[in-house]
């Protein structure tokens, strides 16, 4: 099978290089890294820079492979392959702490794996100590099914979850292909959570994160960021799309540079993350900039709505 590279500490920050760390990051370069202290810490303004001053490019969630293309003074260039970009063919790149990865050679996910269900779960010692809490969609080997516990593999060692807040699988490439409504059953839970730049973990998605998100809950490995996604997708009519369809907003009155994705959720209605210092919302689009900025829509969901 070969030695993998895989992503060790529950949500992992995906920098564009060592040097966009700032002081207030150090909590969520560490390992174990800190993430909800960091979130809880963080200014408005200490939010938005991520974004303004590209100093975030997205973020993964534990067991997750990269490819590892150097590493020095103790950071690492990686292509994270489950994100797919026209940035590079293999995944999405950036940098991440080496602290932050491990190099395994018996991680399948070929095989029985948990994927989280709930938005976040805690995973166990065997002495019922709380080791760590990981986010939705969090996927990860299964060593032993027990009547209301599973025993997963780590990338470090093994832990013990609740059966009741995974979803059991065959294999990851045996993940069902939900409907249009079964992925906004899936954003729905989400409403009322912060935006976070980059994200794309149960702390706090970015507006593509939680399209990309939602999609990859239901089976649909789909493209990234906004602009890939709209390009990649099949293309729907606005007049005739459905819940669950992708919708994109542009600048200029929807003619300009296309900036945001949201979900649609049917009747009129939007669903999406919108931007920093916002929360995930169902909106009307009627009379909004968003009704003005409308520039188009993509499917990926397949398959016949009830």
């Not at 060790?8 to 290089?17: G, K, L, R, Y």
């Not at 590079?88 to 940098?95: A, E, S």
């Not at 609740?162 to 409504?181: C, F, H, N, T």
């Not at 409403?191 to 702390?203: D, E, R």
Request: charged share 20%; hydrophobic share 35%.
């Amino acid at each position: 099978m070969g030695t993998k590279y895989i992503i060790n500490v529950p949500v992992a920050s995906i920098w564009t290089n060592p040097e966009s760390v700032r002081d207030i990051d150090s909590q969520t370069i560490s390992n174990p890294a800190f993430l909800e202290e960091w979130l809880d810490e963080m200014t408005y303004d200490d939010r938005l820079a991520l974004c303004d001053q590209n100093l975030l490019q997205t973020q993964a969630l534990i067991g997750e492979e990269v490819d590892v293309i150097h590493e020095i003074d103790g950071w690492s260039e990686i292509i994270l392959l489950g994100q797919p970009t026209k940035k590079h063919p293999r995944g999405y790149p950036g940098w991440i702490p080496s602290i932050q990865l491990t190099e395994v050679s018996d991680w399948n996910l070929d095989e029985m794996v948990a994927v989280v269900s709930s938005k976040q779960i805690v995973i166990y010692l065997e002495d019922d100590t709380e080791m760590m809490k990981v986010s939705y969609q969090t996927v990860l080997p299964i060593l032993e099914e027990k009547q209301d516990e599973i025993v997963v593999q780590l990338p470090v060692g093994t832990g013990i979850l609740k059966a009741s807040d995974v979803e059991i699988l065959s294999s990851l490439a045996k993940r069902p292909m939900g409907l249009g409504q079964q992925i906004i059953n899936s954003g729905e839970r989400f409403l009322g959570l912060p935006y976070l730049w980059g994200g794309t973990s149960s702390y706090g998605y970015d507006c593509s994160g939680f399209t990309f998100s939602m999609c990859k809950a239901n089976g649909y490995v789909i493209p990234r960021d906004a602009d890939d996604q709209f390009t990649q997708g099949l293309q729907v009519n606005l007049e005739h799309i459905e819940p669950g369809d992708l919708l994109f907003f542009a600048y200029e009155e929807g003619k300009g540079t296309l900036h945001h994705v949201g979900l649609y959720y049917g009747e009129g209605k939007l669903l999406h993350s919108p931007n920093t210092g916002r929360s995930i919302e169902i909106i009307d689009l009627a009379g909004t900039i968003y009704e003005k900025e409308l520039c188009g829509a993509c499917r990926y969901w397949t398959g016949t709505e009830e």
